[in-house]
């Protein structure tokens, strides 16, 4: 007689490969065979004695093909979908590629049914597959300054970047809260502009706004801006994308690209950077403010210092500064270069909003939804030019109240 076995006959069953079973079944039949009662099979396979009856029985009667599981399916099913309509649904879907809801409004079936056809069946809705807006590129492999752009947008109300004091003095003043930014790739160069919103509207805007202030200072080379798969980017609609880029980046010498969803490293220096911004900047200056004014004017002393007097000693860097780098390439930019004109977006990309009847872009706003119609594209870069000329007259004055405030927050500027 075989050893009796230290586990119940009903966890052996759990654990042993279906294939299998009919060889522990045939451990029971065995002991029978030696003339070993039921009872005492039961006791030494910890089971009931009717189960031991139930296999000795089936082997009896099927040989070792009754020691296999049988079918568990019902004899009958009155209420099974008729093989008619379940071909009708079959077929339909074969043609069409529906949803189980417009197969049941088509045919007259309840959802449900078409839905258990389908499973029943093993029919899966054929999805196509996206496509991608690359190719991306990586900053190392770029040979010029502003051939590669890395843009992206920063929520500067992060608790556990800034603090809770900070967050709390940030949102009661309700100063934008949405930092976006235009990073050179080679240079480290940036531009910034910020919103209380995160719109579609807003981002052709900074694209008009950062194209507009290149090309005033005769830098002519083809842009690309690398962004992320937000919806104030335009999201990952690949028509829309490319309609995007035709028709308000191509206009610029401007190629909208897309970096690779989860590979972080595309966009890593301009992620880098809103560190900096933190550490830097938001950490010191907020518990300073008092006004959205006052936050802009800090902004563009910040961006100031940044792209002209903060040494950067990143890949290839050098200790240089943002405007060093770029002048290594014999772009020969004075430090005017660095003021760009920060803009609250929101103030001025619902002023340039006209109605036309082509193209209707949604907000996608992040926070209140809304519709936002096609910024036509020559109205935004006309006007867009005349505000930043009303800007750029009082950049030159500007020029010595920033070295003087910046002298007086520790950051030495030496007057040119």
Do not use: C
């Not at 009662?37 to 040989?63: L, P």
């Not at 104030?232 to 994308?241: A, S």
């Amino acid at each position: 007689m075989e050893e009796p076995l230290k586990l119940s006959y009903i966890e052996l069953y759990r654990m042993t490969n279906k294939k299998s079973i009919p060889e522990l079944r045939m451990k029971i039949i065995r002991a029978y065979n030696q003339g070993i009662s039921i009872s005492e099979i039961s006791r030494k396979f910890n089971t009931s004695r009717n189960v031991i009856k139930k296999w000795v029985r089936r082997y009896q009667e099927y040989n070792i093909i009754g020691l296999s599981d049988r079918s568990r399916k019902p004899l009958h099913s009155p209420n099974r979908t008729s093989e008619s309509i379940q071909q009708k649904v079959l077929e339909l879907k074969q043609k069409t590629n529906w949803g189980r809801k417009r197969l049941s409004k088509a045919l007259g079936i309840n959802q449900w049914t078409v839905r258990n056809v389908l499973r029943q069946n093993h029919v899966k809705k054929k999805s196509k597959q996206r496509k991608v807006f690359y190719p991306a590129h990586w900053a190392w492999e770029v040979k010029l300054p502003f051939s590669l752009a890395q843009v992206d947008t920063k929520h500067i109300l992060d608790k556990s970047a800034i603090g809770t004091h900070n967050f709390t003095h940030f949102s009661r003043l309700r100063l934008p809260p949405f930092q976006w930014t235009f990073l050179d790739a080679i240079s480290r160069f940036r531009f910034l502009a910020f919103s209380y919103e995160l719109t579609q509207a807003n981002g052709l805007l900074f694209v008009a706004a950062v194209m507009s202030w290149l090309r005033s200072w005769s830098i002519v080379e083809q842009v690309h801006w690398q962004e992320d798969w937000g919806q104030e980017f335009g999201g990952d609609d690949f028509n829309k994308l490319n309609l995007l880029n035709e028709k308000y980046y191509k206009p610029f010498n401007a190629v909208l690209n897309r970096a690779p969803k989860g590979r972080k490293g595309y966009q890593g220096r301009v992620e880098r950077s809103h560190r900096t911004d933190d550490e830097e900047f938001y950490l010191p200056i907020i518990p300073k403010l008092h006004y959205a004014e006052e936050f802009i004017n800090y902004a563009k002393l910040w961006q100031y210092y940044y792209n002209s007097k903060r040494a950067h000693f990143g890949f290839r860097m050098n200790g240089k500064t943002p405007i060093e780098k770029i002048n290594e390439y014999g772009f020969n930019l004075p430090e005017m270069f660095s003021m760009f004109p920060i803009l609250i977006l929101d103030e001025h990309s619902t002023n340039l909003v006209k109605n036309y009847d082509s193209i209707i872009l949604p907000g996608n706003d992040l926070l209140t939804p809304y519709n936002l119609i096609k910024i036509e594209l020559m109205s935004t870069y006309t006007n867009l030019t005349k505000l930043l000329k009303k800007k750029m007259r009082k950049i030159k004055p500007l020029r010595s109240k920033v070295v003087n405030e910046a002298n007086k927050l520790g950051i030495n500027i030496e007057p040119a």
